[in-house]
């Protein structure tokens, strides 16, 4: 069979299963034959998780431009030392969050300046733009709950509610931009079902 190539990106909101369904996907995709690198941000290298300790430290009180600059450093990182080489391998990239997230968060959450966000992108980015994204849309107090049903906590997770509605509310002014790119996906329903639909969406959309 022949080999896709290309740079997938899963966003959402906290609890909206990025993370499993980011890795099931890709489980599926090397069942199917294809070289895969999975990934995830903030992270993905060894600077990049020392740089996501900062980021998402509860007790880290640090102000919205410093947060945003960290994550440019991270992904800066990111680019250069695994996303570009795999790329270039011809692999297919599928990363945990990539720039929608920063433009949803760090944007249209915090209140930070899109001329900034846009700037960062151009210096840190190389031309590198996932060419399918899913976004997995769910209510915010449920992914919150799922959150806290998981024991998980960190600087995000203790935002207002409202914060958390200017995040999603922030996704989806970005999909309705970019709908040839961003797939929107309901992440309410169960995992199995979740999959399902990344899998058919992605079958009838990829070339």
Known sequence: MSRAKGFISFEGIEGSGKSTQSRLFADYLLGKGHD???TAEPGGTDIGLKIRKLLLEPNNHMDALTELLLYYASRAQHVQE????AIRENKIVITDRF???TVAYQGYARGLSMDIIQSL???VLSDVTPDMTFLLDMDVREGLRRNRDAMKEDRFELETVAFHERVRQGFHEIAEKEP???KII???KSKEEVTGQIIKVFEQSWH
């Open 82 to 85: 695994v996303i570009l080489p």
């Open 99 to 101: 720039t929608d997230s």
């Open 180 to 182: 040839g790119r961003i």
């Open 186 to 188: 309901d992440a309410s």
């Open 121 to 123: 992108n151009d210096i």
């Open 36 to 38: 895969v690198v999975h």
